[in-house]
């Protein structure tokens, strides 16, 4: 297994549709056990593939704190097929380093996907599975926390930004 490196915003990558995955081999499992090393190591709650640079649709999460024991997911083309209420809360991103936010999102998902096997998983959630799941599909679909919350936050973020950079190439 390998740590790889997390793409950061703006990079394109993090911008762009993944592709479903449709083959289950060798490279797809190096893939995934690498991008669980990767969470681990990060640590983060959750990865998706193009946060690693890879354009796939695959994520992986796991939202146990550490005296817990693990509940490791590994979610292949996933897509959410019901979403109920409305929950806000604050959220980081580790494409976004040293950047939280509060996005609103639905309280309680269902999601559908296949597991690293190629079997079906399907998976009802709240609370921080639930917005772990919304966040991880976000990224598969090229949308960043950033994208959710309202224009006058983006802004702000966005010179946040480009102030940081200025100053790091001082
Ligand atoms: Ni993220």
Do not use: W
């Not at 796939?56 to 209420?85: C, F, M, W, Y």
């Not at 599975?129 to 802004?155: P, S, V, Y």
């Amino acid at each position: 297994m390998a740590i790889l490196r997390i793409t950061k915003y703006p990079e394109e990558v993090l911008k762009k549709k993944t592709e479903p995955v449709k083959e289950f081999g060798p490279g797809l499992q190096k893939l995934i056990d690498d991008m669980i090393e990767t969470m681990y190591a990060a640590p983060g709650v959750g990865l998706a593939a193009n946060q690693v640079g890879v354009s796939k649709q695959v994520t992986v999460i796991d939202v146990s704190s550490r005296d817990e024991a693990s509940s490791l997911i590994v979610l292949i083309n996933p897509e959410i097929i019901h979403a109920e209420g409305e929950d806000s809360c604050e959220e980081g991103c580790l494409s976004i380093p040293e950047y939280t936010t509060i996005v609103k999102r639905a309280e309680k998902v269902k999601v559908r996907g296949l597991d690293r096997s190629g079997a079906l998983l399907e998976i009802e959630a709240e609370g921080l599975l639930a917005r772990a799941l919304q966040h991880e599909i976000d990224h598969l679909n090229g949308f960043l926390l950033i994208d959710r919350i309202g224009r006058i936050k983006r802004e702000f973020f966005r010179k946040r930004f480009v102030r940081e950079q200025a100053v790091g190439k001082e």
